[in-house]
C-alpha cells in the first residue's frame, strides 16, 4: 500500500464505479446488467463481480441480441456468463420482429440496430427492470458527454436531456415512479484507452474480434465491413481479405472493423494511444447519419 | 498516474472553448473525426472560423442557439496525469449547472479577459468556486496578446482579483497571463512574456499537489450495502460495504457504528483483490467487525474519539436548483445525505446570498431558481454529518421534491444550528 494515500487514476475510476454499483443495488428493486460482450460491457460486469465479492451478482444480466452478432461474441458471453454462475436473460430482436412489435428494416442497408430500443424497452417492462446498467462512456459521443451517471427514463424510456436531474457530489437520486427507470452508466468517466489499460491491469478476457486477425471484408463509406449472412453487398462493393479487428463490437450489419496488426494487449494499447480517430467515428455507421445521430436515438429509448 | 478533476466556467467570449480546445489539441485528445465534423458545423453555420465550442456543446439545441446549456464532461491526459474537465456555462441562468460541474472537481479555472478585467461574472464564478470548496483556483488572464502582453495590466488584474478574493475562502490562488488562441502559457511557456516567472497552465495542471486535499484525519465510511454471501465458502460473512469519504481505516482500529452506538473493532478490510492493510478516501471496501453487531445503509462507521457531529437541525447553504416551485419556510423535502435518506422540513431562511456582490438579504421568505441562501432544516432522522469546508462528502446534501422525484436543491452544511 503506498504511504502517500494515493490512488492511481485506474484505481480512482475502480473506487467510483464500484460505489455507483452498489448505490443501484441498495437503492432499487430490480436491477439488470446489459451486457453485449463487448469491452465496456465486460468490464462493467467485471466491476459488478469485484462490488458485490464474495456475494454472487445481486442482479441478472440481459442482453439485447439482434440476431446479426459475431459467432465469437456470442459464444464469449456464453461462456463468461457460466463462469460467474449469473442468470442470463436473452431479449431477442428477432422475437420482436415475429410478434409484429418492430418491422425489420430492408435493402443492402438494412440494419437491426435501431430495432433494439423496442427490444429493450419491452423486456425491461415485462422482467419489471427498474435499472439497468449499461457500458456507455462519455468520452465516446457529444450527446453521451451530457449524460448523467443516472440517466433517468419515462415510461416511453424516452431521454429528455433538457430535464436532466442535477447530479452533485456522489449523491446519486435513483427515486422514480412504478414504469419509468434508470440507466446507470458506472464508466461514465472512463475513456478508451483507460478501458484497455484495466483490462491488462485485470487481466480480463475479451471476445477474439478485439485483436488483430484475418477476415472477409468489403469497403462501405470509408469503413471495413464484414462478410457476413447479415449484409448483402451493393454493386462494386468488392470482398477481399484483410488483417483486420474491431475497436467496437456491435450489430454486424453496422459496425465496422479497423486494419490492424494488433493481435496482443500491449499492441491495442500502443494503438488506441495513438490513434487519430474515435471508435464510434471509425467503427458505427449508425452514428454517421447526422450530428444529432446518438441525441435522437437516446431521446428514442437507445441504451 | 494520478486523476485531477477541474471545473471551468465562463462564456465564449472568455475564450473559454478556445482554451480548452488548445488542451485538447495540444495533448492530441481531439480526434480528426470530431475536427471534421466541427469544421462542417462551422461551415455550415457560416461561422467563418473553426468553433472550438462546437466540440463541449453536444445538443442540438445548444448548436443550435450557440450556447452551453450544460455541464459537458471532456478528458484528456498527459504522461503525468489523466483529467476530468468539467466544462460549465459562465451566465448567471445557468449558475446550478456550475455548481454541478463544481462539486467534485480538485481545481478550478476561471478566464478573464485581460482588456475587460475583473467582471461581475469572473467574481461569480469565483465565489461559486469558493462556497462549492474548491481548494485550488487558476486565475486566466486571457487575450494577453491584445494588451501587448503587458505586464503591468496583469499585475493591475491580479491586485484586483485579490483584493476581491480576500473576502472568499480560497486555500490557493494562482494567477497565469495567456492568450489560448495563440498559445501563450497554454501548454508551453511564452516567449513573450518573459516577465512572467510561474507556469504554463497545463504545467501547473500537471503538477498542482492535490493529494493532502482530501481529509486524512477524520475516519468516515457511510455503509452502502451489506454483504452476506451465505454460501457454504462464506457462511458467515458480513462485510459492510462503502467508500471510505474520509480518514483512514486500518484492522485492529476502535470503531463505533451511528447512529446504534456499538461498539466493535475492524477485523479485516476486504476487496476483492484480497485484504489491504489500511483503507482511505475515495477507496469502495468492505468493512469486517470483530463483533456481530446490528449495521446497516445509511450507518456510519468512525472511530470512537472522532465522531461526526450528529443531529436532525442543519444550518446549510442552499442551491435551490429548479424552474418549477421555490423553497419556502415549512416545506417538506426529501433529503440524501450520504448513504442516508431522510425527510426534512425548511424551518428558517435567514438570508439570501447575491452572487455578484455577496450582500445578504435577510428579508427573503423563499428561494427560486439559482438562487443560493443560509438555511436552516429540521429532519426525521439525525445526520452524522461534518462541517462542508471540513469534509465536503459528509457536509453535502441533495434535497428531493417527494412528488416528482426531482432533484430540486444541493445544501452545504455549515454550522449546527445552536
New interface residues.
Given amino acids: 500500500m503506498p504511504s502517500t494515500y494515493q490512488l492511481s487514476h485506474l484505481d480512482a475510476l475502480e473506487a467510483e464505479s464500484i460505489y455507483i454499483m452498489r448505490e443501484v443495488a441498495a437503492e432499487f428493486e430490480r436491477p439488470v446488467l446489459l451486457f453485449s460482450g463487448g469491452k465496456d460491457s465486460v468490464v462493467v460486469l467485471h466491476l459488478a463481480l469485484k462490488a458485490f465479492y464474495p456475494c454472487k451478482l445481486p442482479f441478472p444480466v440481459m442482453h439485447v441480441d439482434t440476431g446479426h452478432n459475431f459467432a465469437e461474441v456470442i459464444e464469449f458471453r456464453d461462456r463468461t456468463v457460466e463462469a460467474i454462475g449469473a442468470r442470463l436473460v436473452v431479449a431477442s430482436v428477432q422475437d420482436s420482429i415475429d410478434a409484429g412489435r418492430v418491422v425489420e428494416q430492408t435493402g443492402a442497408r438494412a440494419s437491426r440496430n435501431l430495432l433494439q430500443t423496442t427490444t429493450l424497452l419491452d423486456a425491461m417492462e415485462e422482467h419489471g427492470f427498474d435499472a439497468a446498467f449499461g457500458g456507455a462512456r462519455r468520452d465516446e459521443e457529444k450527446a453521451r458527454a451530457k449524460e448523467r451517471v443516472y440517466s433517468f427514463r419515462d415510461e416511453f424510456g424516452q431521454w429528455d436531456p433538457k430535464a436532466q436531474r442535477p447530479e452533485l457530489w456522489s449523491l446519486y437520486n435513483g427515486r422514480h415512479r412504478r414504469g419509468e427507470h434508470i440507466r446507470v452508466f458506472p464508466i461514465s468517466n472512463w475513456t478508451e484507452l483507460d478501458i484497455w489499460q484495466y483490462v491488462k491491469s485485470e487481466r480480463i478476457d475479451l471476445p477474439s474480434i478485439y485483436f488483430a486477425h484475418e477476415r472477409r471484408v468489403f469497403e462501405r463509406d470509408g469503413m471495413l465491413l464484414a462478410d457476413t449472412e447479415f449484409v448483402t453487398q451493393l454493386d462494386g462493393e468488392e470482398i477481399f481479405t484483410e488483417r483486420v479487428r474491431f475497436r467496437t463490437v456491435g450489430d454486424a450489419s453496422c459496425t465496422g472493423a479497423v486494419e490492424s496488426d494488433a493481435d496482443t494487449l500491449d499492441k491495442v494499447i500502443e494503438e488506441v494511444a495513438a490513434t487519430r480517430i474515435t471508435e464510434r467515428g471509425a467503427t458505427r455507421a449508425d452514428d454517421r447519419v447526422s450530428e444529432a445521430a446518438m441525441e435522437d436515438r437516446k431521446k428514442e429509448g437507445y441504451f | 498516474?494520478?486523476?485531477l478533476r477541474f471545473a471551468t466556467a465562463g462564456s465564449v467570449d472568455d475564450g473559454k472553448s478556445t482554451l480548452i480546445g488548445r488542451l485538447l489539441y495540444d495533448t492530441?485528445t481531439i480526434?480528426?473525426?470530431?475536427l471534421e465534423?466541427v469544421e462542417r458545423?462551422s461551415e455550415a453555420m457560416g461561422a467563418g472560423y473553426v468553433n472550438l465550442a462546437l466540440?463541449?456543446?453536444?445538443?442540438?439545441?445548444e448548436?443550435e442557439q450557440g450556447i452551453t446549456?450544460?455541464?459537458?464532461?471532456?478528458?484528456f491526459?498527459t504522461p503525468k496525469?489523466?483529467f476530468?474537465i468539467a466544462d460549465t456555462p459562465g451566465h448567471i441562468q445557468y449558475t446550478?449547472?456550475m455548481?454541478?460541474g463544481a462539486?467534485?472537481a480538485d481545481l478550478a479555472l476561471v478566464l478573464i479577459d485581460a482588456r475587460k478585467g475583473v467582471l461581475e461574472q469572473s467574481r461569480r464564478h469565483a465565489f461559486l468556486a469558493s462556497l462549492l470548496g474548491i481548494p485550488h483556483l487558476v486565475l486566466c488572464v486571457n487575450k494577453m496578446d491584445l494588451v501587448d502582453y503587458s505586464q503591468e495590466r496583469f499585475e493591475e488584474l491580479k491586485d484586483e482579483f485579490r483584493h476581491f478574493a480576500a473576502r472568499l475562502d480560497i486555500a490557493d490562488l494562482t494567477f497565469i497571463p495567456v492568450s489560448a488562441l495563440r498559445g501563450d502559457n497554454v501548454v508551453d511557456r511564452s516567449a513573450n512574456m518573459g516577465w512572467y516567472e510561474g507556469s504554463s497552465l497545463l504545467h501547473h495542471l500537471e503538477e498542482v499537489h492535490i493529494?493532502s486535499d482530501?481529509n486524512?484525519i477524520d475516519a468516515r465510511l457511510p455503509v452502502?450495502?451489506v454483504?452476506?454471501?451465505q454460501?457454504d465458502?462464506?457462511h458467515d460473512?458480513r462485510?459492510y460495504?462503502?467508500?471510505i469519504v474520509g480518514g483512514?481505516l486500518k484492522p485492529g482500529d476502535d470503531i463505533v457504528v451511528l447512529p446504534s452506538g456499538f461498539e466493535s473493532t475492524i477485523a479485516a478490510i476486504?476487496?476483492?483483490?484480497g485484504p489491504?492493510?489500511?483503507a482511505?478516501a475515495?477507496?469502495?471496501v468492505?468493512v469486517r467487525l470483530t463483533d456481530d453487531i446490528d449495521v446497516s445503509?445509511g450507518d456510519m462507521i468512525c472511530r470512537r474519539q472522532n465522531r461526526p457531529t450528529a443531529g436532525q437541525d442543519i444550518d446549510a447553504m442552499v442551491c435551490w436548483?429548479t424552474e418549477s416551485g421555490s423553497l419556502r419556510q415549512g416545506q417538506k423535502l426529501?433529503l440524501?445525505?450520504t448513504?442516508r435518506s431522510v425527510r426534512a422540513v425548511v424551518k428558517d431562511i435567514k438570508y439570501r446570498l447575491d452572487v455578484n456582490t455577496l450582500h445578504r438579504d435577510e428579508t427573503v421568505d423563499s428561494l427560486i431558481l439559482n438562487e443560493i441562501g443560509r438555511v436552516a432544516l429540521r429532519t426525521t432522522q439525525p445526520l452524522f454529518f461534518d462541517r462542508y469546508s471540513r469534509n465536503?462528502?459528509t457536509g453535502?446534501?441533495?434535497l428531493?421534491d417527494e412528488v416528482t422525484?426531482?432533484?430540486v436543491a444541493?445544501g452545504m452544511i455549515q454550522d449546527r444550528v445552536h
Fill in positions: 498516474m494520478e486523476l492530441k480526434f480528426e473525426d470530431q465534423a458545423t466540440l463541449t456543446d453536444g445538443l442540438r439545441a448548436r446549456i450544460d455541464v459537458a464532461y471532456r478528458y491526459a496525469r489523466k476530468i446550478r449547472n455548481i454541478t462539486s467534485t493529494a482530501r486524512l452502502q450495502y454483504l452476506r454471501p454460501s465458502e462464506h460473512y462485510g460495504a462503502g467508500r483512514v476486504d476487496t476483492y483483490d489491504v492493510a489500511e482511505f475515495p477507496m469502495s468492505a445503509r436548483m426529501a440524501k445525505h448513504t465536503r462528502e453535502s446534501f441533495i428531493i422525484g426531482a432533484t444541493a
